[in-house]
């Protein structure tokens, strides 16, 4: 699962997700990523949604 995901299914776009210059900051990081690593944060992030 990626990020586009997790915003499609919450309606919104990444810059709405991260607000736009911090959104854009954690694309960079994302894309230097493993896949592996992508998939442990898309967990992460999913679980702390959860939560609210």
Known sequence: MNMT???DTL???LAEF???ESGM???ENMK???EEERS???D????ILKRN
């Open 5 to 7: 995901t997790i915003c």
């Open 11 to 13: 309606g919104i776009t």
């Open 18 to 20: 991260f607000g736009y």
């Open 25 to 27: 900051r954690l694309l």
């Open 32 to 34: 230097k990523l493993t």
């Open 40 to 42: 442990h944060l898309a």
């Open 44 to 47: 992460f992030i999913e679980e």
